[in-house]
Antibody, heavy 121, light 106 residues
Framework: QVTLRESGPALVKPTQTLTLTCTFSGFSLSTSGMCVSWIRQPPGKALEWLARIDWDDYKRYSTSLKTRLTISKDTAKNQVVLTMTNMDPVDTATYFC?????????????WGQGTLVTVSS | DIQMTQSPSSVSASVGDRVTITCRASQRIGSWLAWYQQKPGKAPKLLIYAASTLQSGVPSRFSGSGSGTDFTLTISSLQPEDFATYYCQQANTFPRTFGQGTKVEI
């Protein structure tokens, strides 16, 4: 079955760079149509889409955050990595990775449980 | 970016009630709209994609409709496990964008 799991630091300091890893199973990012997205949710607030990487290595980013984000994949390890530079307390959120499998109208059909990242000195 | 506006922001309802949530896109998005359900402390769960297609395993009391800019999620008979926050998301254009959420509460 399809599973995704986010990992990374729970606490980062302002100005630091955050690196998050999404480790998945049950599908391959080398398969045509497969994609992995990152979405975040500040405490008590709405979901915010951040970035997506496709099976062909095509990458898309949030307009407001694109200068700070980099998404990459390691197909052999079944991992997708998101880096976000210059972290600020407003970036405190739960970060989710999710799969877009091409069978669900371009929606994300499987999600990880999320990882809470707090930005504080 | 396409703005997604949900209404209402919250709705109080009882078990058995019919609940309708609307989502409006700032530009036409065809039928490329998804609905998610999120419970506290959990990841969102895909309910409906392509505006009206029920994701596998989702109860038939959930339904979606609409195209272009105006969309609706309907729960025909609210069950205790349906109390949650619901989000719409446009899947037509990058960057993807979500609505602000609608909390369904007692």
């Amino acid at each position: 079955q399809v599973t995704l799991r986010e990992s990374g630091p729970a606490l980062v300091k302002p100005t630091q760079t955050l690196t998050l890893t999404c480790t998945f199973s049950g599908f391959s990012l080398s398969t045509s149509g497969m994609c992995v997205s990152w979405i975040r949710q500040p405490p008590g607030k709405a979901l915010e889409w951040l970035a997506r990487i496709d099976w062909d290595d095509y990458k898309r980013y949030s307009t407001s955050l694109k200068t700070r984000l980099t998404i990459s994949k390691d197909t052999a390890k079944n991992q997708v990595v998101l880096t976000m530079t210059n972290m600020d307390p407003v970036d405190t959120a739960t970060y989710f990775c999710a799969r877009m499998g091409g069978y669900s109208g371009f929606a994300e059909d499987y999600w990880g449980q999320g990882t809470l990242v707090t930005v504080s000195s | 970016d396409i703005q997604m506006t949900q209404s209402p922001s919250s709705v109080s309802a009882s078990v058995g009630d019919r609940v309708t949530i609307t989502c409006r896109a700032s530009q036409r998005i065809g039928s490329w709209l998804a609905w998610y359900q999120q419970k506290p402390g959990k990841a969102p769960k895909l309910l409906i994609y392509a505006a009206s297609t029920l994701q596998s395993g989702v109860p038939s009391r959930f339904s979606g409709s609409g195209s272009g800019t105006d969309f609706t999620l309907t729960i025909s008979s609210l069950q205790p496990e349906d109390f949650a926050t619901y989000y719409c998301q446009q899947a037509n254009t990058f960057p993807r964008t979500f609505g602000q959420g609608t909390k369904v509460e007692i």
